[in-house]
């Protein structure tokens, strides 16, 4: 039986939020499952996760294989850099100040690139012949043609 950790969609019409289950890969999304490892609520703000890692870390080591958007979930937690030993790159959280420090930072940046990029000497432009370039094989212009017709090569 080969084993997944993914979503299943509970909640609301328009309101959802996810149970994170190990489950049968061949059963249907929000059909017979396994165990109930953690819940996703993304309509929060922050988004909610809990995941029980300890029995996120038992089925991966039994040969679960997570869905994207559950393994997204695992490094969130920790559990996937627990199951891989990689340490994964920290998660972006957005707080209010944080989101305007960046712009603010984002705002000045452009103005000071812009004033230490050295000038660089324009390039002299150099013109290729379209003889001189080659034809890719299977496609004729319309000058090839012309050409062969006329008897040049």
């Known amino acids: 039986m080969a084993v997944r950790l993914r979503l299943m969609r509970m909640g609301k019409k328009k309101q959802p939020s996810y149970r994170v289950v ?3 890969s061949r059963k249907a999304r929000n059909g017979r499952f396994i165990e109930i490892v953690g819940t996703y609520n993304p309509r929060q703000e922050p988004s909610l996760i809990e995941i029980d890692n300890e029995r996120a870390l038992h ?3 039994h040969g679960a294989q997570p ?3 559950v393994q997204k979930l695992l490094v969130i937690s920790g559990a996937w850099e627990e199951f891989t030993g990689v340490a994964s790159p920290p998660a972006k959280v957005t ?3 944080s989101a305007e420090a960046v712009d603010t ?3 000045a940046e452009p103005a000071e690139a812009v004033n230490e990029a050295p ?3 324009p390039a002299e432009a150099v013109e290729e012949t379209p003889e001189a370039e080659p034809a890719e094989a299977g496609e004729g212009s319309e000058e090839d043609a012309d050409k062969a017709e006329d008897g040049e090569s």
């Open 22 to 24: 190990a489950a049968d």
């Open 59 to 61: 089925w991966l080591r």
């Open 67 to 69: 869905s994207e958007r």
């Open 95 to 97: 707080t209010a100040a």
């Open 105 to 107: 930072a984002s705002e």
């Open 119 to 121: 000038e660089a000497e």
